[in-house]
């Protein structure tokens, strides 16, 4: 993030980086790839008591930040643990404790919060279907004698394996509203599937609800009207998505540059090279214009601008295909040495391949542009 930071800031990020270097360095990294759980939850406890999780929460209910915008803050962890791959909940639990911040019940506060604070509790948002389209339809509610029943399958919900509550928007099942829920792994009918994927670093599941019963005390916001919160959380979750991106595309692009100072062919360093020059060029060029639009989307969604959705969009579609195009140029300057196991160049395509898809990929984004400004099928303007 190239925004100014504050000295109380500065010191949190290097904070940041200090544990992590000693908590989870990529040595560690890759230890935990092979494990069910790609996290340490020892860590992910301590990363809790230096206000990782808390950022979003308030003050009565063990919450805090630094700079008195926690958006801002969470940028700041979310772009170093994207420059080392970290593993752990980070992005979905923030996002559960920001939608019970701004939405919740004072019960629901005082359940969920304090636990979200300090890490004794993680959790995730299960919203998506498998192809990761963050839209409400693939739960559906329908009320029954003031009570809602709970259908479907959320696909791609991100360390859901080792969530213990769920922030889950489904669709009404009569008319056309969105409701939020939260819902304990534990309830009765909650199935968690994990599956297979390309980031190794992380876990994603599907979460399947068959018939699952809760009550009115477990909507969070407005039954049939939850969709302008819907709006205001992809925006917070898409930004520290896009900051773990960044922090992965300038370490990675680092670590190309120096790879090329240091590895020499016919007597010359291979960055006095030509074509070599034009690759790592175009990678720096597309990671300085990605910082520039974290930047942007974090300061619209941070002053809750009018144009957050649209700004943030904006900086998601491009740098989605911004951060594969980066992976596959770095992998390309390191040659045969990129694609060994040993080599951890992989550990960073994996993370930025997954990160396009996560919150919404660049087609679906650039559709929500459209739909902001009523074009497309759903504006009704073809």
């Known amino acids: 993030m190239d925004l100014d930071l504050s000295d109380d800031q ?20 890759r230890r935990l790839a092979d494990q069910a759980v790609a996290h340490d939850p020892a860590v992910i406890r301590d990363a809790g008591e230096l206000g990782w999780f808390a ?15 926690p958006l801002r803050d969470a940028v700041i962890v ?48 299960a919203i998506s279907n498998r192809r990761g389209i963050p839209e409400a339809g693939a739960v559906r509610a329908s009320a029954r004698e003031g009570r809602f029943v709970l259908e479907g399958t959320a696909g791609l919900v991100s360390e859901g394996g080792a969530a213990g509550v769920f922030l889950v928007t489904a669709a009404d099942g009569e008319g056309a509203g969105v409701t939020q ?41 407005t039954a049939g009207g939850a969709q302008p919160d819907v709006e205001r959380q992809l925006d917070v979750a898409a930004t520290l998505n896009l900051a773990e991106s960044v922090g992965a595309m300038r370490r990675l692009v680092e670590i190309t540059v120096d790879y090329a100072k240091a590895r020499t ?7 006095s090279f030509q074509a070599l020059k034009h690759i790592l060029a175009d990678a720096s060029l597309w990671t300085e214009l990605s910082t520039a639009a974290l930047d942007a989307a974090t300061e619209a969604v941070a002053d809750g601008r009018p144009t957050a959705s649209e700004i943030v969009s904006i900086a998601k579609a491009y740098a989605g295909d911004a951060g594969a195009n980066v992976a596959q140029m770095c992998l390309q300057a390191h040659g045969g040495i990129g694609f060994t196991w040993e080599h951890d160049l992989h550990f960073y395509l994996r993370r930025l391949e997954a990160d396009r898809a996560l919150y919404g990929d660049p087609v679906w984004h650039r559709e929500r542009i459209c739909r902001i400004h009523g074009l497309g099928a759903h504006g009704g303007n073809a």
């Open 265 to 271: 062919a016919f007597g010359r360093p291979i960055g």
């Open 55 to 69: 950022l979003f929460v308030p003050e009565e209910f063990g919450g805090g930040t630094v700079s008195g915008s």
């Open 181 to 221: 829920f939260v819902v304990p792994r534990d309830a009765a009918g909650v199935d968690v599937v994990p599956l297979g994927g390309l980031d190794l670093t992380r876990r994603f599941v599907d979460v399947r609800f068959d018939g699952v019963e809760v009550g009115a005390d477990t909507v969070v916001g």
């Open 78 to 125: 979310a772009e170093e643990r994207g420059r080392f791959v970290q593993p752990g909940p980070f992005v979905a639990t923030n996002v559960v404790a920001y939608a019970l911040a701004e939405r919740g019940t004072p019960e629901q506060q005082e359940r969920y919060l304090p636990a979200l604070a300090s890490a004794e509790l993680t959790g995730s948002w």
């Open 10 to 29: 500065e010191l949190f990020r290097e904070t940041t980086a200090r544990f992590i270097d000693a908590r989870c360095p990529l040595p560690e990294v």
